[in-house]
């Protein structure tokens, strides 16, 4: 029986998650859960997987939830303090990271530390410390398991393959809802238009990513750290049907792709379960009414987000922190319609021009470098 926690357990990744538990409940136990304030869902939650430990954010929606659950033999937990709760917590085997955002740092170095598998979604934390991630992940012997459908189809195109025999890993990209477009065409883009993403369903801060291809520039460096390559090893190919969810090209010129349909339980089954295989319900890939695949270059100038996520990666220590902060602001102001669809790309290049770059940076001084960024944003704003 495999014990897992899940932080975020309300949003799009932690439901999935859980509906893959509920088709697999002899082999996996919910031993926690943790949201940020949707109490009637994590209620619903708990009483259906009776994980022995919750969490919430706010101290007054864990007293609600107290509440709620007092016949429960649970216990309930709130803010930072609860999450590294959670994440070393005894009888947990595996963490599934499926916040948003950068409050995931702590919470998965901590887990890492007690020697629990990452199921890893949430991006934001390995762009940010992935320095200090990955090696502390050898160190304990942790596996470190993608989520993102991308490093997934990475992560199998690997399988059984050696890394010195890589010549380049090539990651898919739908284009989001407004590949073709020109600068011009984007200036008066509402947060309405840019939610709707053509072919994945997911949380409203990953849609503007998508629309952005800032989610595109946080898989590259994601990629960088997952799979131990150099930069200008990722190159970033636009297939708009999200069918290929990414490639490896080996030095012969082979290149070995994962395929399927665009649904995330199908890598977060795969994190799940590696290195086993399970059926999924539903339907599959059919060729015949796909008919076919096509491709496109990114188109860099319109959407500065991808190309200033590669300057962000080859500047190293605290740039990816800056571009990440400076980024969840900028997208947390475009949702409440407080600046346009293009000023969230300028002020992250704004933020990475003013930066003086910190080599190799502890916990501390990540997280010192995403308040400076949200401080440089709201003095600019004044
Ligand atoms: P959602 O917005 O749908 O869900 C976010 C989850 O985090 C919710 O459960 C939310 O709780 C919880 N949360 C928010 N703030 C806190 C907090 N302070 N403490 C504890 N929990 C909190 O996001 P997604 O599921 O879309 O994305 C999650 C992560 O996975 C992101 O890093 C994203 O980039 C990545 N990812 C997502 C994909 C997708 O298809 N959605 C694909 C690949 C990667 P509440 O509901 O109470 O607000
Ligand atoms: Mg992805």
């Avoid at 977060?268 to 096509?294: C, N, V």
Wanted: aromatic letters at 6%.
């Amino acid at each position: 029986m495999k014990k897992i926690g899940i932080l975020g357990s309300t949003g799009s990744i932690g439901t999935q998650t859980l509906e893959i538990v509920r088709n697999h409940r002899e082999e996996i136990q919910v031993a926690a859960l943790a949201a940020g304030s949707n109490v009637a869902l994590l209620e619903k939650q708990i009483r259906e997987f009776r994980p022995k430990m919750a969490a919430l954010w706010s101290q007054e929606a864990c007293r609600d939830l107290r509440s709620r659950v007092s016949d429960l033999d649970i216990k309930i937990v709130s803010g930072m303090e609860g999450l590294l709760e959670i994440a070393s917590m005894d009888g947990m085997d595996a963490l599934v990271t499926a916040v948003v955002g950068m409050i995931g740092v702590r919470p998965t170095l901590t887990a890492i530390e007690q020697g629990k598998d990452i199921l890893l979604a949430n991006k934001e934390t390995l762009v940010t410390a992935g320095h200090l991630l990955m090696p502390l992940a050898r160190e304990k012997g942790v596996a470190i398991l993608p989520v993102d459908s991308e490093h997934s189809a990475i992560f199998q195109s690997l399988n059984g393959e050696q890394k010195s025999q890589i010549k380049k890993i090539l990651l898919t990209a739908s284009g989001g809802p407004f590949r073709g477009k020109k600068r011009m065409e984007l200036t008066a883009v509402r947060a309405e238009d840019a939610l709707k993403h053509p072919n994945w369903s997911m949380g409203k801060k990953i849609t503007i990513d998508s629309a952005t291809l800032v989610n595109k520039g946080l898989e590259v460096i994601e990629a960088k750290w997952l799979f131990d390559v150099e930069p200008g090893q990722i190159q970033v190919v636009v297939q708009p049907q999200s069918i290929i969810h990414s490639m490896v090209e080996y030095l012969d010129g082979s290149v070995i792709a994962q395929l399927g349909l665009p649904d995330m339980k199908l890598p977060i089954q795969y994190a799940l379960f590696y290195p086993e295989r399970k059926p999924m319900p539903g339907p599959s890939l059919d060729f015949y009414k796909l008919a076919q695949i096509t491709f496109e270059q990114p188109d860099t100038d319109t959407f500065r987000g991808l190309a200033l996520a590669y300057e962000a990666m080859e500047a190293g220590g605290t740039m990816p922190t800056v571009y990440n902060a400076a980024n969840e602001k900028a997208v947390s102001l475009f949702l409440d319609h407080r600046i346009s669809f293009l000023q969230i790309a300028e002020i992250i290049e704004m933020c990475m021009r003013r930066h003086t770059v910190t080599s190799n940076p502890d916990v501390n001084c990540i997280l010192e470098t995403e308040q400076w960024t949200y401080d440089c944003i709201r003095e600019t704003m004044h």
